[in-house]
């Protein structure tokens, strides 16, 4: 027990009063957007904002689970719930129903994609703990595709947190393709060694 608070104490000061900001901020956004997606699927009158509300739950929850192990890792305390601001504007949302619930909902998101973006500039600008400002770098391009999304009202494309940023996903679906790959080749040098002996024969 004695060993564990010398090193929170030490963790706690690798990280400014900036950065610990954002992490709260980021992650109250995080769950604001988590239970805003699960309203949208609950409540959306169209199968678009339906998906959009999905791909809100699927992408902020792996961004949340990278903030809260950094979070972790420095021994920044994070609140439960998002701010009392953010619920009572999702609970007058979630008061409208059918278009005039979605249009509300999309009206929503774009203001706080919008704070989003401008929370993660910040830190960019403004923080000091490298694991901190690479948590919004990488949360930059995924709040930008969702803002894109709402504003244009399209249905989402299919991918996830990582992909097309040369992350996991994507260095995964490479290592498959180059299995793939080798292995057709491996059945073509097969048929042709059996084509030369045949011939030889």
Do not use: C
């Amino acid at each position: 027990m004695l060993l564990v608070a010398p090193v929170t104490a030490q963790a706690q000061e690798q990280v400014s009063e900036q950065d610990q900001a954002f992490l709260v901020a980021a992650h109250q956004s995080n769950l604001a957007e988590i239970a805003s997606g699960q309203a949208a699927v609950d409540q959306a009158s169209t199968e678009v904002v339906r998906a959009q509300g999905q791909l809100l739950i699927t992408d902020h929850t792996a961004l949340d689970a990278d903030l809260q192990q950094v979070a972790s890792q420095y021994g920044v305390e994070l609140p439960g719930e998002p701010t009392p601001e953010q619920q009572a504007q999702l609970a007058e949302v979630a008061a409208m129903e059918g278009p005039e619930f979605d249009q509300a909902w999309t009206t929503l998101q774009i203001a706080a994609h919008e704070a989003a973006l401008a929370l993660g500039e910040t830190e960019i600008a403004s923080g000091t703990n490298p694991d901190v400002i690479a948590l919004a770098e990488a949360a930059a391009p995924v709040i930008q595709r969702h803002l894109t999304m709402l504003q244009t009202g399209e249905a989402p494309a299919p991918h996830g947190v990582h992909a097309g940023t040369g992350g996991p996903a994507s260095h995964d679906g490479d290592r498959e393709m180059r299995a793939g790959l080798l292995a057709g080749l491996g059945v073509l040098a097969l048929i042709a060694s059996g084509v030369a002996w045949r011939r030889r024969a």
